[in-house]
């Protein structure tokens, strides 16, 4: 089973410096037909205007991925024992926060003139209370280039970057006739959001904004149409 989220269904949160497309509900923005899947509770596609932010603001038991497609972002955060990080990061580059028992962090664009773009994407934890953690490492093109990419997974998955979930984040850079494919084990689900450009879907066609909650499918294929930017999540 496949179910279509058209880009231009989500919601929409847009003041000053901030452009946001939800793709769950988040905020003032409600949709009880779309809340979350499986594990997978926010993606919000956010550009960003040049010189704006989000203030230091709490959260807590969540993993939180911010996934950079243009542009810089500023990240700073204070995590109590757990100590405090600051890091600029660019295009390609993946953040991952563990919220924890509580963290309190700030999301900047550094630049004065150029607008930036990123994917904020909350987890479930597998449980409450986990200690506050950050981690961040960049990804080339070459690495991502007609190619699934594991980006992040949970502990002992296999990936760079890890969370506290049976979840797997990939990530591929398509190109126009070029197709790779994912099989699930039974019983997980996948949900494919696409970044930019276009793509074929198992026989369904994608847009940048779109994306689509995949269940009970024994191989997932993704063929470039366009030149696209996808990413793949893999959910128990």
């Known amino acids: 089973m496949i179910r279509i989220r058209d880009a231009q269904t989500r919601g929409r949160t847009k003041w000053g410096w901030l ?5 769950f509900s ?20 956010d550009f960003v205007g040049a010189g704006g932010g989000f203030e230091p603001h709490p959260h807590e038991d969540m993993e939180i991925i911010s996934y950079i497609v243009d542009g810089k972002l500023a ?44 994917l904020q994407i909350w987890i479930f934890p597998d449980k409450e209370g986990h200690r506050p953690a950050y981690a961040q490492r960049d990804f080339s093109e070459a690495e991502k280039r007609d190619k699934l990419a594991l980006l992040v ?14 979840a797997k984040l990939f990530a591929t850079l398509l190109s126009p006739g070029k197709s790779i494919s994912h099989k699930p084990s039974p019983g997980r689900g996948v949900y494919v959001q696409v970044v930019s ?34 990413l793949l999540f893999d959910l128990a």
Do not use: C
């Open 19 to 23: 452009d946001s497309w939800h793709t």
């Open 26 to 45: 988040f905020g003032r923005y409600i949709d009880r037909a779309n809340t979350h899947f499986r594990t997978l509770r926010v993606i919000n596609d």
């Open 75 to 118: 990240h700073k955060d204070w995590m109590g024992d757990a100590g405090t990080h600051a890091h600029e990061s660019g295009a390609g580059s993946v953040q991952v926060m563990t919220a924890g028992t509580g963290v309190t962090h700030s999301e900047f664009n550094p630049s004065k003139s150029e607008a930036m773009r990123l």
């Open 153 to 166: 997974s949970g502990k002992g998955g296999g990936a760079p970057l890890e969370i506290n979930q049976d």
């Open 197 to 230: 450009g276009e793509i074929d879907l198992n026989g369904h066609a994608l847009k940048s904004g779109d994306g689509a909650a995949i269940e009970d499918e024994r191989i997932v294929t993704l063929t470039g149409v366009q030149p696209a930017e996808v």
